[in-house]
């Protein structure tokens, strides 16, 4: 078993590289480019939101699942943004080597089901990989058309798209989106509708790509933020699905780590060993999950407060494994880099077994398991130096 585990976290350390993939997108604010990583994120979070549009016979679970793998590739192969002249057959044939390289590293079932996830979502003929591949046009259509100022050049692109380009069959397969993008485009308010009524929540959330985090990316070039941390962990839980303690929906458990730090938006990130109040640090985040989960319509309002509410609480089967995921991620990232955050917060092991391992414990033991002892030998390798 510890093979197997071993295994899938080199993957996952492997999948950390996604986050430093830069893409011709920018963040609404204009402040930097978007990356892959928390890009697929906020395409999950697209997923989930309008999951009321998709047809009958659309799964969001696995919608959800193809999201958080589709860019994957991009690690080896990087972006391609589709205004520039480029081999497509070509990049084609990358990826497909990338896509194999990579699901490669993970255990043999894994790395099929992964794989043909993956192809899935390429071909673009199921009702799944049909609404995904909707949701991965229209975002970045929404990115630049939300911005308070999109530049110049950004809506050429999107005129261009719309107007014959990969977008243009929205007209018919989202034609709500379409008319929307349309609108804005015009300098219009969007017609009213199903998906214009999400666009708000869907565009308040790009703001969780600037709240950053105390822990770092593997490669020690900057902090990681929170929409990225979100997407990781969704890849996380997942994969290390078979460590849970007791019987999990990890669909439930995937959206759960998909709006579990949306409230840092307003709340901010408060890191695990820094001195904090915990009293007004529950209260500020859920007058945050009111006004932010408020932007949605009725009923996935209510639904996604209690999602959030269920992994907040950390006493269902659900939300004990989402909560050791999310404890799991970061130790993880600091034995890979020299103690990160332990270091600048000068953390014992004490304080880790205590505030770590308890719900790692809780919900997924096997993870305490593997991890336990490589933090001892960690602490006492520092106490001797």
């Known amino acids: 078993m510890m093979d197997r585990l071993s295994a899938q976290i080199e993957f996952l350390k492997r999948a950390d590289q996604l986050k430093s993939v830069e893409r011709a997108n920018t963040l609404l604010d204009q402040s930097r480019q978007e990356n892959s990583a928390e890009h697929s994120w906020h395409l999950a979070l697209w997923a989930l939101v309008m999951a009321p549009l998709a047809d009958a016979n659309v799964r969001i ?3 959800i699942r193809m999201l958080l793998l589709h860019d994957l590739v991009e690690i080896i192969v990087g972006d391609h943004p589709i205004h520039l002249k480029t081999d497509w057959k070509s990049v084609e044939r990358a990826e497909q080597n990338a896509a194999q ?14 794989l043909t996830l993956w192809q899935e979502f390429e071909a673009d003929s199921t009702p799944d990989a049909k609404f995904a591949k909707c949701l991965d046009r229209c975002q970045p259509l929404f990115q630049v058309l939300n911005a308070p100022e999109p530049k110049p ?14 977008a243009a069959y929205l007209e018919t397969a989202l034609p709500d989106a379409f008319k929307a993008a349309y609108a804005l485009f015009d300098g219009q308010p969007a017609p009213r509708s199903e998906f214009s009524d999400r666009l708000p929540f869907l565009a308040e959330c790009d703001q969780l790509k600037s709240v950053y985090r105390a822990s770092r990316l593997l490669s020690g070039d900057r902090f990681e933020n929170s ?19 007791f019987y999990v929906d990890i669909g ?8 579990h730090d949306i409230v840092e938006i307003d709340a901010g990130d408060h890191p695990i060993h820094g001195h904090v109040d915990h009293a007004a640090q ?19 309002r209510t639904e996604c407060l209690a999602l959030w509410l269920e992994f907040e609480a950390a006493e269902s089967p ?5 909560k050791a995921v999310d404890r799991f ?18 953390v014992t092991f004490a304080q880790i077994e205590s505030r770590v391992g308890t719900p790692i414990t809780r919900g997924a033991p096997q993870l305490w398991n593997w991890l336990e002892p490589q933090l001892k030998n960690y602490f006492s390798e520092k106490m001797t130096t």
Not at 101 to 114: I, K, R, T, V, Y
Not at 282 to 294: K, N, P, S, T, Y
Not at 329 to 346: E, F, H, I, M, R
């Open 61 to 63: 679970d696995r919608v």
């Open 101 to 114: 390289e990579l699901f490669g590293m993970l255990p043999d079932d894994q790395s099929d089901a992964f």
């Open 153 to 166: 050049e950004h809506l050429t692109v999107v005129r261009d798209n719309l107007n014959g380009g990969r």
């Open 227 to 245: 929409a990225e941390h979100s997407w990781h962990i969704m890849l996380f839980a997942w994969v290390l699905a078979d460590c849970a303690e």
């Open 252 to 259: 439930r458990v995937l959206r759960m780590l998909l709006l």
């Open 282 to 300: 529950a209260a500020e985040e859920q007058a945050a999950a009111d006004r932010l989960f408020g932007l949605l319509p009725n009923q996935q």
């Open 318 to 322: 659900d939300a004990k494994f989402a």
């Open 329 to 346: 991620q970061t130790p993880v990232g600091n034995l890979a880099t020299g103690g990160g955050s332990w270091v600048d917060y000068d």
